[in-house]
């Protein structure tokens, strides 16, 4: 199965310091779409961003940035100067062919101490 | 309001019952899933539906049950509920692939 592995289980830094969550897919398509998804303690899943595989360009919104490097296969997540809101599982998903399924990976857990 | 919305939120049920969890979603989307979330599982897909009336298993489809006879409405059955679906249930819908997930449901089989 072409698996999204999150190689992160958890992370921990401290508030206003820099992190990266990292993902890395496989994928024999051409054309495909990553996620990121936000799970914070209160349980709900919150979509940030979809990245098309056409699109190489680094997005930035606010703290968050997201680097899609498709030589690497890795589409990965930086939070800026940390805040102890930013505390949740995040997850990374890519879109298979059919029916508009998601492949997800295992979620990375971020903890922010302030 | 808009959006998708699950009920119950918490359930506790005995082994052996029927349970039906509800999902409903005023967007129109045409596709909708049904995920649990396990400790150390992630989020595997159980059912999904492309539209009305069409449905197919996911990954763990196993004592599960769905219907779609409306759009707006993908309930979830768990025909004799087992101690191993104690879980949470989250519903999701997209009209492409971005999916919207409601608030989940809470459910334990004691």
């Known amino acids: 199965a072409q698996k999204v592995t999150q190689a992160q289980t958890e992370i921990s830094v401290v508030e206003k310091e820099d992190v990266t969550l990292d993902c890395v897919y496989e994928?024999?398509?051409?054309?495909?779409?990553l996620f990121w998804y936000k799970q914070p303690p209160s349980g709900e899943l919150v979509f940030l961003i979809r990245?098309?595989?056409?699109d190489e360009q680094n997005e930035i919104s606010g703290r968050y940035s997201w680097n899609f490097q498709k030589s690497t296969s890795s589409f990965n997540f930086t939070i800026t100067a940390s805040q102890v809101v930013d505390s949740a599982v995040y997850f990374c998903a890519r879109s298979m062919d059919s029916n508009y399924q998601l492949i997800w990976g295992a979620g990375t857990k971020l903890i922010i101490k302030p | 309001d808009a959006g998708i919305t699950q009920s119950p939120r918490y359930k506790i049920t005995e082994t052996g019952r029927q349970v039906t969890l509800m999902c409903h979603q005023t967007w129109s989307h045409s596709y909708m899933f049904w995920y649990r979330q396990d400790l150390g599982h992630g989020l595997r897909l159980i059912y999904y539906?492309?539209?009305?009336?069409?449905?197919d298993k996911g990954e763990v489809p196993d004592g599960y049950v769905v219907s779609r006879s409306k759009t707006e409405n993908f309930p979830l059955t768990l025909e004799s509920a087992t101690r191993s679906q104690t879980s949470v249930y989250f519903c999701a819908s997209s009209e492409y692939y971005e999916q919207y997930f409601g608030p989940g449901t809470r459910l334990t089989v004691t």
């Open positions: 990245r098309n595989s056409f």
């Open positions: 994928t024999r398509d051409t054309t495909y779409y």
């Open positions: 539906s492309a539209a009305a009336d069409i449905t």
